[in-house]
């Protein structure tokens, strides 16, 4: 355990590391003086000449050579110093907090959603390979693997703000702004669901040890609690993982295009007005989002499954 | 108690897969059927146990204590089960849930489990303890020996009580001492009045378990009595081949014909000294995950001899090979070759023949390649299959498409082609029934007698090794190494004094 | 990553927000109850044990995943209705793509006097907002997205098997350096590598193609990497060394069969995803910029319009999900749908 978490900490140094350095890299490759756009940043547009842009230079060591700022740089962030917004001018830890609880909660509605409809149809479809709730399970699959959530959602606004209005297209106000982007991202999710559910139902339940359960004259629904439902929820478990990246990227849509206010609303425009260190936060936070989700699949695929885990990554 | 089975058939597409008329099994006398992959014993078993796949169509009936049950409603059998039949499966690893402990794999098939929770893990530690696996109740089926695992589904299967047992291949994977204690449980079970019925290919595992014996061939049961009046009297002509193939019973020209210290013109180079040292391992030593597999060891291996490196499974003797053909450094000592071995003239046959070619491409490559890489004769190639009596159009399929024992065939003809000096084969029958390993060995050898190449042969196969080779060196897990000559019965082939090896 | 047993982790998932549906790279299909024809003939076979028992798993050892595969691949070469229909799609857009220019030459000429014109023969999807022709700026826009999504994945493709090979062949440190790349890059999300990318210089090809590519590779050399190690483990490269074949042989018989149904996997998936972030991206308005006509963007202009003119918002909609669903109709005949990062890749 201790091995998955020192793994998986190096992980994110290294992620906190390539983002940063990227961010860095942007600010250094932006058109104009950067001076200029970070006084413009402190003291308005109207009020920025030359003199408050150079005082800014020499103020934040930018007449420096580049390895010498990008130190600085990565100081600022041991420091979980990240700085102010360029656009907005506030503290950009600040904004990130309320960011970050707005993508947390999207995202936990939208994978209980999927979950609640994706593992029990999966198996169910599994208890019956090759029937109707396989096919439609199958179908449903397919569907939300040509349909991308860009898409989808704008399918889901026609339908529930525009022609039926029934349901808020955009924004963050009251319990129903939330149906319509949750809706959205846990379509797509459940389908994958379901299909690693059932597809890995259906091994288990052929697997030789359910046989040899059933043949030591277990109760079907014994060996269904007992054997059937673990040995699926490893591999499960274990997806989930795989599916957080998709998840993240799913936020990250799905919030541009209802204008959820989250981390992706907010990458999104940072990167639209150039706002690095708002830009870098952002990415930051969901990148360390997807090895904190993986992390957390990984201690839980530990309890779940007693066999070791050496073999093939150790080589 | 006793069940009687009647026009038990199985069928595929018209096929008959199993056809047997009437099958006795009594309490106190274990019925046992032998036969080759593909004969259908397997399918009758399941068949009786009820966990046939569905597209197999099952025929007959089968009665017991006043009952009679249609075999062909699978259904029937299913409440049977634990309590009446219980099925001892093969692979025991493979068998057991990965996840759960052993001690509560068992338990649950305690007939009180479902009442009595407490009661039914203490009867489980009990069982578990009788079987000298009292100290792996918390244990994960994965830190299991397959020995072990092989107990531990024992007990799982029979603690439900019930008298009828069926084994499928039971002794598949295990060592001779696993084999063993596997046959005491299983001799156990009948002395104390249960009814046992037993598929495996084994035919030492018929022997030690006597009472009846069915041999099956091609659906067909083709000869049944007594144990010890099937397995050394054979009528059939079937049976008698079975029998004749086990490597105790051989009887080959090259058996005897080893050749000796006669300077032979022996392969391409005309003569040599067959006395010539090829391979030199000195004071070697390799330990893996802590265990130490053998330390100080020394060996050589002389031009035409034939050297057996004999052990029970998890001795280490594939690792020592992998040491001797220096694919692998060992911790401590150093291996030396000839240059008479250089050249792509030690070459190597391995235990499965489908994982030494490449997978995805047809045969004629793999084999082709060798020919254009070290310009050998095409229709030497052609020679080496008319005589290894292996169609040419086999070639043109992957390796996965081709039977072991062909592909073995070609894997022989594939190191023959280069025109070795040393011939290194580990295990390279163990997966093969035996009258493939018979063939599969004569053409082997045969190919060695001809070519006048060394052998190294790893088995855990003693009568093969006595049969194959003259000198023989055993690891044995507690790390101390013997060597000899390969049984008494055989003259003593090198006379080369065998060497202290430790 | 970590997760060490080649489960989970976050792998195979720049693929369509698709993936492995088997963590434990098994193959589900065979888990089902294998088809009659199938076990009566293995059980002809030398093969010790039982084939026709239920359930029976297939010699795990070398009938994995590919075998099927291999199935998959004859069975399409015959031309099951789905394959044909999947193909048929995709040629349908392919044509579109390099003949539409032809018709319709210039998708940037306005005329605001066609305002919002309805479809007619000659202009079949009508007119834009800028009254532009709407066919035009469809066919220049699939043909963007075609070319720069297989651009994409060929360089991809090309570094990452090139690392992979590299990795598993020489180990030591080059193996280290490129894990530990390929483990932080894996972490991030291919959206957020390319939209920070595109935050360097707006939204101009170039970037986007760097931006996919670079978040692509670490794909390919995953897979490629775990493949190759495992391919140049296996006794079948022992016996090629043993009998001196060399190195041409390793690649021509034994890597590159092993890795081409898997790079082709792969491609189908990489394609889908790349035209899939190349119209996010335009969608969300930090991709290509107007007045360059690209899919998502596309959607975004037309869809305040949606009342008036919906064949504007369709059109876009329709090359898309025509395109997904032909590369998904391909790759489940290919019987390798599950085959992904996941497939031994950690």
């Given at each position: 355990?201790?091995?998955?978490?020192?793994?998986?900490?190096?992980?994110?140094v290294g992620v906190a590391v390539v983002v940063s350095t990227a961010c860095f890299a942007i600010v250094q490759s932006l058109p104009g003086d950067i001076a200029y756009r970070i006084a413009a940043g402190r003291?308005?547009y109207?009020?920025v000449?030359a003199?408050s842009a150079a005082s800014v230079r020499a103020e934040l060591g930018l007449d420096r050579p580049a390895w010498q700022q990008l130190l600085d740089w990565w100081a600022d962030l041991v420091r979980l110093d990240l700085g102010t917004s360029l656009v907005?001018g506030?503290?950009v830890?600040?904004?990130?907090?309320?960011?970050?609880?707005?993508?947390?909660?999207?995202?936990?509605?939208?994978?209980?959603?999927?979950?609640?409809?994706?593992?029990?149809?999966?198996?169910?479809?599994?208890?019956?390979?090759?029937?109707?709730?396989?096919?439609?399970?199958?179908?449903?699959?397919?569907?939300?693997?040509?349909?991308?959530?860009?898409?989808?959602?704008?399918?889901?606004?026609?339908?529930?703000?525009?022609?039926?209005?029934?349901?808020?297209?955009?924004?963050?106000?009251?319990?129903?702004?939330?149906?319509?982007?949750?809706?959205?991202?846990?379509?797509?999710?459940?389908?994958?669901?379901?299909?690693?559910?059932?597809?890995?139902?259906?091994?288990?339940?052929?697997?030789?040890?359910?046989?040899?359960?059933?043949?030591?004259?277990?109760?079907?629904?014994?060996?269904?609690?007992?054997?059937?439902?673990?040995?699926?929820?490893?591999?499960?478990?274990?997806?989930?993982?795989?599916?957080?990246?998709?998840?993240?990227?799913?936020?990250?849509?799905?919030?541009?295009?209802?204008?959820?206010?989250?981390?992706?609303?907010a990458l999104v425009h940072a990167v639209f007005w150039r706002d690095v260190p708002a830009l870098q936060a952002t990415a930051l936070a969901l990148a360390?989002?997807?090895?904190?989700?993986?992390?957390?699949?990984?201690?839980?695929?530990?309890?779940?499954?007693?066999?070791?885990?050496?073999?093939?990554?150790?080589? | 108690?006793?069940?009687?089975?009647?026009?038990?058939?199985?069928?595929?597409?018209?096929?008959?897969?199993?056809?047997?008329?009437?099958?006795?099994?009594?309490?106190?006398?274990?019925?046992?059927?032998?036969?080759?992959?593909?004969?259908?014993?397997?399918?009758?078993?399941?068949?009786?146990?009820?966990?046939?796949?569905?597209?197999?169509?099952?025929?007959?009936?089968?009665?017991?204590?006043?009952?009679?049950?249609?075999?062909?409603?699978?259904?029937?059998?299913?409440?049977?089960?634990?309590?009446?039949?219980?099925?001892?499966?093969?692979?025991?690893?493979?068998?057991?849930?990965?996840?759960?402990?052993?001690?509560?794999?068992?338990?649950?098939?305690?007939?009180?489990?479902?009442?009595?929770?407490?009661?039914?893990?203490?009867?489980?530690?009990?069982?578990?303890?009788?079987?000298?696996?009292?100290?792996?109740?918390?244990?994960?089926?994965?830190?299991?020996?397959?020995?072990?695992?092989?107990?531990?589904?024992?007990?799982?299967?029979?603690?439900?009580?019930?008298?009828?047992?069926?084994?499928?291949?039971?002794?598949?994977?295990?060592?001779?001492?696993?084999?063993?204690?596997?046959?005491?449980?299983?001799?156990?079970?009948?002395?104390?009045?249960?009814?046992?019925?037993?598929?495996?290919?084994?035919?030492?595992?018929?022997?030690?378990?006597?009472?009846?014996?069915?041999?099956?061939?091609?659906?067909?049961?083709?000869?049944?009595?007594?144990?010890?009046?099937?397995?050394?009297?054979?009528?059939?002509?079937?049976?008698?081949?079975?029998?004749?193939?086990?490597?105790?019973?051989?009887?080959?020209?090259?058996?005897?014909?080893?050749?000796?210290?006669?300077?032979?013109?022996?392969?391409?180079?005309?003569?040599?000294?067959?006395?010539?040292?090829?391979?030199?391992?000195?004071?070697?030593?390799?330990?893996?995950?802590?265990?130490?597999?053998?330390?100080?060891?020394?060996?050589?291996?002389?031009?035409?001899?034939?050297?057996?490196?004999?052990?029970?499974?998890?001795?280490?003797?594939?690792?020592?090979?992998?040491?001797?053909?220096?694919?692998?450094?060992?911790?401590?000592?150093?291996?030396?070759?000839?240059?008479?071995?250089?050249?792509?003239?030690?070459?190597?046959?391995?235990?499965?023949?489908?994982?030494?070619?490449?997978?995805?491409?047809?045969?004629?490559?793999?084999?082709?390649?060798?020919?254009?890489?070290?310009?050998?004769?095409?229709?030497?190639?052609?020679?080496?299959?008319?005589?290894?009596?292996?169609?040419?159009?086999?070639?043109?399929?992957?390796?996965?498409?081709?039977?072991?024992?062909?592909?073995?065939?070609?894997?022989?003809?594939?190191?023959?082609?280069?025109?070795?000096?040393?011939?290194?084969?580990?295990?390279?029958?163990?997966?093969?029934?035996?009258?493939?390993?018979?063939?599969?060995?004569?053409?082997?050898?045969?190919?060695?007698?001809?070519?006048?190449?060394?052998?190294?042969?790893?088995?855990?196969?003693?009568?093969?090794?006595?049969?194959?080779?003259?000198?023989?060196?055993?690891?044995?897990?507690?790390?101390?190494?013997?060597?000899?000559?390969?049984?008494?019965?055989?003259?003593?082939?090198?006379?080369?004094?065998?060497?202290?090896?430790? | 990553?970590?997760?060490?047993?080649?489960?989970?982790?976050?792998?195979?998932?720049?693929?369509?927000?698709?993936?492995?549906?088997?963590?434990?790279?098994?193959?589900?299909?065979?888990?089902?109850?294998?088809?009659?024809?199938?076990?009566?003939?293995?059980?002809?076979?030398?093969?010790?044990?039982?084939?026709?028992?239920?359930?029976?798993?297939?010699?795990?050892?070398?009938?994995?995943?590919?075998?099927?595969?291999?199935?998959?691949?004859?069975?399409?070469?015959?031309?099951?209705?789905?394959?044909?229909?999947?193909?048929?799609?995709?040629?349908?857009?392919?044509?579109?793509?390099?003949?539409?220019?032809?018709?319709?030459?210039?998708?940037?000429?306005?005329?605001?006097?066609?305002?919002?014109?309805?479809?007619?023969?000659?202009?079949?999807?009508?007119?834009?907002?800028?009254?532009?022709?709407?066919?035009?700026?469809?066919?220049?826009?699939?043909?963007?997205?075609?070319?720069?999504?297989?651009?994409?994945?060929?360089?991809?493709?090309?570094?990452?098997?090139?690392?992979?090979?590299?990795?598993?062949?020489?180990?030591?440190?080059?193996?280290?350096?490129?894990?530990?790349t390929?483990?932080v890059l894996?972490?991030l999300?291919?959206?957020l590598v390319v939209l920070v990318f595109s935050a360097m210089a707006s939204g101009g090809l170039w970037t986007l193609y760097v931006g996919l590519a670079l978040a692509?590779?670490?794909?390919?050399?995953?897979?490629?990497?775990?493949?190759?190690?495992?391919?140049?483990?296996?006794?079948?490269?022992?016996?090629?060394?043993?009998?001196?074949?060399?190195?041409?042989?390793?690649?021509?018989?034994?890597?590159?069969?092993?890795?081409?149904?898997?790079?082709?996997?792969?491609?189908?998936?990489?394609?889908?995803?790349?035209?899939?972030?190349?119209?996010?991206?335009?969608?969300?308005?930090v991709?290509?910029q107007?007045?360059?006509?690209?899919?998502?963007?596309?959607?975004?202009?037309?869809?305040?319009?949606?009342?008036?003119?919906?064949?504007?918002?369709?059109?876009?909609?329709?090359?898309?999900?025509?395109?997904?669903?032909?590369?998904?109709?391909?790759?489940?005949?290919?019987?390798?749908?599950?085959?992904?990062?996941?497939?031994?890749?950690?």
């Open positions: 355990m201790l091995r998955v978490l020192r793994q998986r900490l190096v992980q994110a003291y308005g109207d009020q000449d003199a907005t506030a503290s830890a600040h904004e990130l907090a309320v960011h970050l609880a707005g993508s947390l909660q999207l995202a936990a509605v939208a994978l209980g959603t999927a979950f609640t409809l994706g593992a029990p149809a999966g198996l169910l479809a599994a208890l019956r390979p090759g029937g109707r709730l396989d096919r439609l399970t199958s179908l449903w699959v397919t569907g939300s693997r040509a349909l991308p959530p860009f898409l989808l959602g704008l399918v889901l606004v026609l339908v529930f703000s525009v022609h039926l209005g029934v349901l808020p297209a955009a924004g963050h106000g009251g319990a129903s702004s939330i149906v319509l982007p949750a809706l959205t991202l846990a379509a797509g999710l459940s389908g994958l669901f379901a299909r690693v559910t059932r597809d890995t139902a259906v091994q288990v339940l052929s697997s030789e040890h359910v046989r040899f359960a059933e043949t030591k004259g277990l109760r079907a629904s014994t060996v269904l609690a007992r054997h059937v439902a673990r040995n699926t929820g490893v591999t499960l478990v274990a997806y989930l993982g795989v599916q957080a990246i998709v998840l993240v990227e799913g936020v990250v849509v799905v919030e541009s295009l209802f204008a959820w206010p989250g981390l992706g609303h360390l989002l997807v090895v904190a989700l993986n992390t957390i699949v990984d201690l839980a695929t530990l309890a779940l499954d007693p066999r070791p885990r050496s073999g093939r990554a150790a080589r | 108690m006793s069940i009687h089975l009647h026009e038990l058939a199985v069928t595929t597409t018209g096929r008959a897969l199993v056809d047997v008329t009437d099958l006795q099994l009594h309490r106190g006398r274990p019925v046992t059927i032998v036969g080759e992959s593909g004969s259908g014993k397997s399918l009758l078993a399941h068949a009786v146990m009820g966990t046939l796949a569905a597209e197999l169509r099952v025929r007959g009936s089968m009665s017991f204590d006043g009952q009679y049950l249609d075999l062909a409603h699978r259904a029937t059998r299913r409440r049977l089960w634990g309590r009446t039949l219980a099925l001892l499966p093969q692979e025991p690893v493979l068998a057991l849930d990965p996840t759960m402990r052993v001690g509560a794999q068992v338990a649950e098939g305690a007939a009180t489990w479902r009442t009595d929770r407490r009661q039914a893990r203490t009867a489980s530690s009990a069982l578990l303890a009788r079987l000298g696996l009292g100290g792996e109740v918390r244990a994960f089926p994965h830190t299991l020996s397959g020995g072990m695992a092989q107990r531990v589904a024992f007990a799982a299967a029979t603690i439900g009580g019930a008298p009828v047992l069926i084994a499928d291949e039971p002794s598949k994977g295990l060592d001779e001492l696993a084999r063993a204690e596997l046959a005491a449980l299983l001799r156990h079970h009948v002395e104390t009045g249960g009814v046992l019925l037993t598929i495996t290919h084994d035919l030492d595992l018929a022997r030690t378990l006597g009472g009846d014996v069915l041999v099956m061939k091609d659906a067909l049961v083709v000869e049944r009595g007594p144990a010890e009046e099937v397995l050394d009297h054979p009528r059939h002509p079937y049976s008698r081949r079975l029998l004749a193939a086990e490597p105790s019973r051989w009887d080959h020209p090259w058996m005897r014909q080893h050749p000796t210290h006669t300077t032979t013109a022996g392969g391409r180079g005309g003569s040599r000294d067959t006395d010539a040292v090829l391979l030199t391992g000195a004071g070697l030593g390799k330990s893996f995950a802590g265990k130490t597999l053998f330390h100080d060891l020394d060996i050589t291996v002389t031009a035409g001899e034939r050297l057996a490196l004999t052990g029970p499974s998890g001795s280490g003797k594939t690792t020592l090979g992998n040491v001797l053909l220096r694919l692998i450094p060992p911790d401590t000592g150093r291996v030396e070759h000839s240059p008479a071995l250089a050249g792509g003239r030690l070459q190597k046959l391995y235990q499965d023949p489908a994982q030494a070619f490449p997978a995805r491409v047809p045969l004629r490559h793999a084999l082709g390649d060798v020919i254009r890489r070290h310009r050998c004769d095409p229709r030497h190639l052609d020679t080496l299959l008319g005589t290894l009596r292996l169609e040419h159009d086999l070639l043109a399929r992957r390796p996965g498409q081709v039977s072991g024992g062909e592909l073995q065939r070609l894997a022989i003809i594939r190191a023959v082609l280069l025109a070795p000096t040393l011939l290194f084969a580990d295990e390279p029958t163990s997966r093969l029934d035996l009258i493939t390993q018979e063939e599969t060995v004569r053409c082997l050898m045969d190919q060695v007698e001809d070519t006048d190449c060394a052998l190294v042969l790893v088995t855990h196969d003693e009568a093969l090794a006595t049969a194959v080779t003259g000198r023989r060196l055993t690891l044995h897990p507690s790390d101390t190494v013997r060597t000899g000559t390969t049984g008494s019965d055989q003259p003593a082939l090198r006379r080369r004094p065998a060497r202290a090896l430790r | 990553m970590t997760d060490p047993n080649g489960s989970g982790g976050t792998s195979g998932t720049r693929n369509l927000g698709t993936s492995s549906s088997d963590a434990h790279g098994r193959e589900p299909s065979t888990a089902q109850v294998r088809p009659a024809g199938a076990a009566e003939h293995e059980a002809l076979q030398e093969q010790p044990g039982p084939r026709l028992l239920q359930g029976d798993p297939g010699s795990p050892g070398r009938a994995g995943w590919w075998t099927g595969l291999g199935r998959g691949r004859r069975a399409a070469r015959g031309g099951s209705r789905a394959e044909r229909a999947a193909l048929s799609v995709l040629g349908a857009v392919v044509l579109f793509a390099l003949l539409g220019p032809l018709v319709w030459p210039d998708p940037a000429a306005q005329d605001l006097a066609r305002f919002l014109e309805r479809p007619s023969l000659s202009e079949p999807l009508g007119h834009d907002h800028l009254g532009r022709s709407v066919a035009a700026r469809l066919a220049s826009a699939t043909r963007l997205s075609l070319l720069l999504a297989v651009l994409c994945v060929a360089t991809a493709a090309a570094a990452g098997t090139v690392a992979g090979v590299l990795a598993a062949w020489r180990g030591g440190w080059i193996d280290a350096a490129l894990r530990g390929s483990e894996i972490a999300p291919l959206l692509q590779w670490v794909e390919y050399f995953r897979v490629v990497r775990a493949r190759s190690a495992l391919v140049l483990g296996a006794p079948a490269v022992e016996a090629a060394g043993l009998l001196q074949l060399g190195h041409a042989h390793l690649w021509r018989r034994h890597l590159w069969p092993e890795l081409r149904p898997l790079l082709l996997t792969l491609a189908t998936f990489g394609v889908g995803t790349s035209i899939l972030a190349l119209s996010t991206l335009g969608f969300v308005g991709g290509l107007p007045p360059t006509a690209e899919l998502g963007l596309m959607v975004t202009e037309a869809f305040p319009y949606w009342s008036e003119a919906p064949w504007m918002s369709l059109a876009p909609v329709i090359v898309l999900t025509a395109v997904l669903l032909g590369l998904l109709g391909l790759r489940r005949q290919d019987g390798t749908d599950r085959v992904d990062g996941t497939q031994g890749a950690r």
